[in-house]
T-cell receptor, first 113, second 114 residues
Framework: KQEVTQIPAALSVPEGENLVLNCSFT??????LQWFRQDPGKGLTSLLL?????REQTSGRLNASLDKSSGRSTLYIAASQPGDSATYLC????????????FGQGTRLTINP | SAVISQKPSRDICQRGTSLTIQCQVD?????MFWYRQQPGQSLTLIAT?????????ESGFVIDKFPISRPNLTFSTLTVSNMSPEDSSIYLC???????????FGSGTRLTVV
């Protein structure tokens, strides 16, 4: 059974810092990995999708990497801003699964002005 | 990628009653997915809804408690039946936006049962 873990559970940093969020998964046979952002009490906004054959994806100040063999992904946020404060979730879609996402518990990020 | 309109955005309901949540997609999709997010927890898949067939439920979720309708390729509803305070959660629908977009989620329904 696939399990996804995110570390740290919470992170607070001053504005302007670069930071890294971590995601690990137990079964490396994944189809893809997706990073989401969730604001309090709201739905999910997709940030980046990495196919299993890819190593990384970039969008603006965000860069996500994938090391499938070691079961790890990182989300790098450059020059953090207070508007980046939210919970960040990673989710994997198994090759063996029927289009089912398995989510981590999330990292609650606070950027202090 | 697809755009999903979900409603209601929030509701406060009495125990023992039922609430129906609606999701409308701006394009035709084969499958729609319903998730639950309990307070302080991550998302858990409730069921997968295909048009023209009965929904497929994950372990721990049953049709009598969470009946789903899928009348066409752009619309689905999830009903939370005979609610108890333990059903207080955020409920979200999702569709796959294509191989390059991944999954898109609705804005969520925040349900409080009192």
């Amino acid at each position: 059974k696939q399990e996804v873990t995110q570390i740290p559970a919470a992170l607070s940093v001053p504005e302007g810092e670069n930071l890294v969020l971590n995601c690990s998964f137990t079964d490396s046979a994944i189809y893809n990995l997706q990073w989401f952002r969730q604001d309090p009490g709201k739905g999910l906004t997709s940030l980046l999708l990495i196919q299993s054959s890819q190593r990384e994806q970039t969008s603006g100040r965000l860069n996500a990497s994938l090391d499938k063999s070691s079961g790890r992904s990182t989300l790098y946020i450059a020059a953090s801003q207070p508007g980046d404060s939210a919970t960040y979730l990673c989710a994997v879609e198994d090759e063996k699964g029927a289009q089912k996402l398995v989510f981590g518990q999330g990292t609650r990020l606070t950027i202090n002005p | 990628s697809a755009v999903i309109s979900q409603k209601p955005s929030r509701d406060i309901c009495q125990r023992g009653t039922s609430l129906t949540i609606q999701c409308q997609v701006d394009s035709q999709v084969t499958m729609m997915f319903w998730y639950r997010q309990q307070p302080g927890q991550s998302l858990t898949l409730i069921a997968t809804a295909n048009q023209g067939s009965e929904a497929t439920y994950e372990s721990g979720f049953v049709i009598d408690k969470f009946p789903i309708s899928r009348p066409n390729l752009t619309f689905s509803t999830l009903t939370v039946s005979n609610m108890s305070p333990e059903d207080s959660s955020i409920y979200l629908c999702s569709v796959e936006g294509g191989v390059w977009y991944g999954y898109t989620f609705g804005s969520g329904t925040r349900l409080t049962v009192v």
